[in-house]
Structure formats: C-alpha cells, structure tokens
C-alpha cells in the first residue's frame, strides 16, 4: 500500500462531500517506517476528531457556500445539475490579540431576501473547535450573526454550517487560499563512494525551496542539511555509519508534512 490517504478519509468523512488536497502519507518499498511517519499520521487523525485550531483559521480562506434552494440572492447561482444554488468568495478570518477574529466577506451566506447588501464586517471566536460564534464588529454590518458548527476536514479545509437562511438550507465548505506545500514524495537515496544522491518529486507546484533533513541514529532528532534548496535533488556525504534523510517543501504560508523516510548505510 503506497499511500495512507485514505486512512486520513476514513476519519474526516461527514454529511458535506468536498474535494480537499492534502498531504499524502508517502511509503513505498523499501521505505523506512519511522516512529515520525506513524506519529504524522495519528497527528491527523487528531486534528479531524479535536476540530479547528486558532493557528489552522487565521487567514484567508476560499469558501463556496450551498444551499438547499435555486435563486440569486447574494451572489448566488443555480447548480447545473439543477439542485440547490451555490455561490464562491473569499473570506478572512483574522487573528486578534484576545484570540477573537475579525472575519469579513463580500456576500451574504445565505438566501435570505431582507439581508442583501453586501460586504460583512463580524466578530467571532472559535469554541472548542468546533463551533463559531458571530456577533457584530465596531464597525461594519454582519447578518450572519448566530452561533454555527465548524467542522474540521484537514489542515487546510473546513465545512462552516453558517446560514442566514430560515429554516436552516445553507452551509459553507472553505478551502485555504494559500496554503502550505504538499509533502515532497518518492524520495531515493543512492549511496556512491561517499556522495549520498538524493531525489524526490515535488508534492505540488507551490513550494518554492525544500529543507533537507537527516539523523544519524534511528531514535534521534532530524537536524537540517541545508535549508532552501532550490530544485528536487541534493547530494549529500556519509563516510561512515547510517543516516536517515526526510524532505520538507517551503513557501511563504509554511512547511509541509515531511517526505517518505529512506536511509542509507556507509559500508
């Protein structure tokens, strides 16, 4: 079994279908199962079930909101298939000193006609990561007001059950809009001589350097190589003993997940 994404699924399944990438858990064979994979992946199935973190909601988020009717309220459109309407925008929750967000968006959330003049300034806090609370900010207008559930599917995805529609017909799934890169994969280690060839696949287009990482006993701490490697090989030296190596891509929202674990043994 190459990857342990659907492990990651399993335990993020719930009643709002959405389409998230993340990062994969990447074995293959002859791979090193290291005590930092497994821990990697029992991080994520924490996550999904401890909810939304402060840290994980601050910043800007693409979010498509649906609802369970066909109109065109507050920027929104009837889905092709002919059920329900949908409506896409940005929205910001930032991150205030109290641990409140100043939240903002262009369009209301829902369909409801007597709330339609756009542009939304709120007040919220994020309780036991689950739930969010929304109430009127100094300044601004916020008719998404109410106490909604907020549940978290990955790192960089989460579905809000905000709605200003009555009865209840509305719910939004975001996306981060600019999220860390996806982990590095298939990584290879070549041992000739003393030179230690590494290679790997980028796990998508958006990291802009990698930081190569290594220990040199099986319990111990990764330490870094080198920092901002421009490209998708490294060549290292290893004269004597073993070294464990894991890739980390960068770019300017994060770290990503670390690569597959390979080692190579000098003779």
């Not at 981060?176 to 290679?199: C, I």
């Not at 030296?237 to 770019?251: A, E, F």
């Amino acid at each position: 079994m190459r990857y342990l994404s659907l492990l990651i699924i399993l335990f993020s399944i719930n009643s709002f279908a959405i389409t998230c990438a993340d990062d994969e858990i990447d074995l293959n064979p002859g791979d090193v199962i290291s005590a930092d994979m497994v821990k990697d992946i029992f991080d994520r199935i924490s996550g999904v079930s401890s909810g939304m973190t402060s840290e994980e909601l601050d910043g800007t988020w693409i979010c498509t909101s649906f609802n369970r009717t066909v109109g065109t309220l507050n920027g929104y459109s009837a889905n092709s298939d002919g059920i329900g309407s949908s409506m896409s925008q940005d929205i910001t929750f930032t991150k205030q000193s109290d641990d409140t967000f100043i939240v903002t968006y262009q369009n209301n959330l829902g369909q409801n006609g007597s709330s339609t003049t756009p542009g939304n300034t709120c007040k919220g806090k994020l309780i036991d990561g689950a739930l969010f609370v929304t109430n009127a900010a100094e300044t601004g207008n916020c008719f998404n007001q109410g106490l909604y559930g907020m549940k978290r599917l990955s790192k960089q995805c989460f579905v809000w059950e905000v709605t200003n529609s009555f009865p209840l017909a509305s719910a939004t799934s975001c996306q981060k809009k600019s999220p860390a890169p996806l982990a590095p994969t298939n990584l290879t280690a070549t041992l000739s001589g003393t030179s230690v060839s590494l290679s790997w696949t980028a796990g998508d287009s958006s990291a802009v350097s990698y930081t190569v990482k290594a220990k040199t006993s099986n319990t111990g701490s990764y330490s870094d190589v080198i920092t901002e490697n421009n490209g998708t090989a490294y060549t290292d030296t290893l004269s004597t003993g073993t070294k464990w190596y894991r890739i980390y891509g960068v770019n300017a929202s994060g770290t990503s997940t670390g690569s597959n674990v390979v080692s190579v043994t000098a003779p």
